[in-house]
C-alpha cells in the first residue's frame, strides 16, 4: 500500500535555525516525489520536486532510495516560511498526501 | 497566470441534499484532480480524470460522481450528503505528456459544510 509519513505534526524553530522536515514513503514502483506547501489562507501550490533537484526559496530535499525519505532541508529559516508543508509521492495520476508538518518560524 | 477556479467557494446544504462543485483548470491542462480535505486531515484523492476519462479513483464514495466535460471543465456532484462530507474540495489540474506529469496545479478549494 502507499504510505506517506511526516512524523513531525508541529516543528517550531527560531528565525535562522536550520530547517527540516521529516519525509518517509512506502512506494510500490518509483514515485515521483514533491513537497508541496499551504500558506496561510492560500492555496497548495508545488515547492519543489525531486527529479529537478532544484532549490526553492533555500529549499532543498534530496531523495534516499535506501531509507525511502525525501526530507526538506533549509539552512536558516525565515518568518516568511511558516505555512503547511505537505510530502507528496505521485505515481500514475495521484498523488499521495502526507499528514502535513505545521512549520511555525518565530521571530 | 490563469489559475485553477472552483466555484463555489463556499456551499452551506442540509442533510439528504446534493451538491454541485465546479472546477475550471489551467486552460490547455488535460486532466483534473479532486480531493478531499476533512477538518485536520490531510488531502485525500477522490478522482482523476484525464481527456475526459476517468483515469484513476481514489477514496471517493458511491453516493459521489464526477465527470469532465468537451471543455474540460469538471464537476463533482455529491447526493444524499451526511454530515461528515463537511469538508474543503480541492481541485487541481496538471498536464499530462510533460516531463513532471504529477505537478499538479490546485485551486482554492470549495469549502462545504453540512448541516
Known amino acids: 500500500a502507499q504510505r506517506v509519513t511526516q512524523p513531525e505534526k508541529l516543528l517550531s524553530v527560531f528565525k535562522g535555525a536550520p530547517v527540516e522536515l521529516k519525509c518517509n514513503y512506502s512506494y510500490s514502483g518509483s514515485p515521483e516525489l514533491f513537497w508541496y506547501v499551504q500558506y496561510s489562507r492560500q492555496r497548495l501550490q508545488l515547492l519543489l520536486r525531486?527529479?529537478s533537484r532544484e532549490s526553492i526559496k533555500g529549499f532543498t530535499a534530496d531523495l534516499n532510495k535506501g531509507e525511502t525519505s525525501f526530507h526538506l532541508k533549509k539552512p536558516f529559516a525565515q518568518e516568511e516560511d511558516s505555512a503547511m508543508y505537505y510530502c507528496a509521492p505521485g505515481a500514475g495520476n495521484m498523488l499521495t498526501f502526507g499528514g502535513g508538518t505545521r512549520l511555525m518560524v518565530k521571530p | 497566470a490563469a489559475g485553477v477556479i472552483q466555484s463555489p467557494r463556499h456551499l452551506i446544504k442540509e442533510k439528504r441534499e446534493t451538491a454541485t462543485l465546479k472546477c475550471y483548470p489551467i486552460?490547455?491542462?488535460?486532466?483534473v484532480y479532486w480531493y478531499q480535505q476533512g477538518p485536520g486531515q490531510d488531502p485525500q484523492f477522490l478522482i482523476s480524470f484525464y481527456e475526459k476519462m476517468q483515469s484513476d479513483k481514489g477514496s471517493i464514495p458511491d453516493r459521489f460522481s464526477a465527470q469532465q466535460f468537451s471543455d474540460y471543465h469538471s464537476e463533482l456532484n455529491m447526493s444524499s450528503l451526511e454530515l461528515g462530507d463537511s469538508a474543503l474540495y480541492f481541485c487541481a489540474s496538471s498536464l499530462v505528456g510533460v516531463r513532471w506529469r504529477n505537478e499538479q496545479f490546485f485551486g482554492p478549494g470549495t469549502r462545504l459544510t453540512v448541516l
Open positions: 486552460p490547455r491542462h488535460d486532466t
Open positions: 525531486h527529479i
